[in-house]
């Protein structure tokens, strides 16, 4: 069974960095990709970031993180890391990991980031 976990939440002034890291266990098949997303309550959940292992490494960012977060993985093995720089406000919310395989799309518990002077 595949589980994924994610750490590294927790408060952060404006202005200030924090990195997320998402490790995998249980995983039968290589990951196709690994992706950030995040949810504010009562909002959808809003794409973060992602990483393709089948296209040599290829990452998409939402505008909104666009040269402030760095996604990186050890190439679909097992972790995924989001350097989250440059820290707003907006930036607030429950941030999870997901990943993919041939089979279907797996989730972790979430992690809290709170953006607050």
């Known amino acids: 069974q595949v589980q994924l976990v994610e750490s590294g939440g927790g408060l952060v002034q404006p202005g200030g960095s924090l990195r997320l890291s998402c490790v995998a266990s249980g995983m039968k098949f290589r990951f196709d990709d690994m992706e950030w997303y995040r949810q504010v309550p009562g909002a959808q959940l809003e794409f973060v970031a992602s990483?393709?292992?089948?296209?040599?490494?290829?990452?998409t960012y939402a505008e909104s993180v666009k040269g402030r977060f760095t996604i990186s993985s050890d190439n679909g093995a097992s972790t995924m890391d989001l350097q989250m720089d440059k820290l707003q406000a907006e930036d607030t919310a429950v941030y999870y990991c997901?990943?993919?395989?041939?089979?279907?799309?797996?989730w972790g518990q979430g992690t809290q980031v709170t953006v607050s002077s």
């Open positions: 990483i393709g292992f089948s296209s040599g490494l290829k990452t």
């Open positions: 997901s990943a993919r395989d041939i089979i279907t799309r797996y």
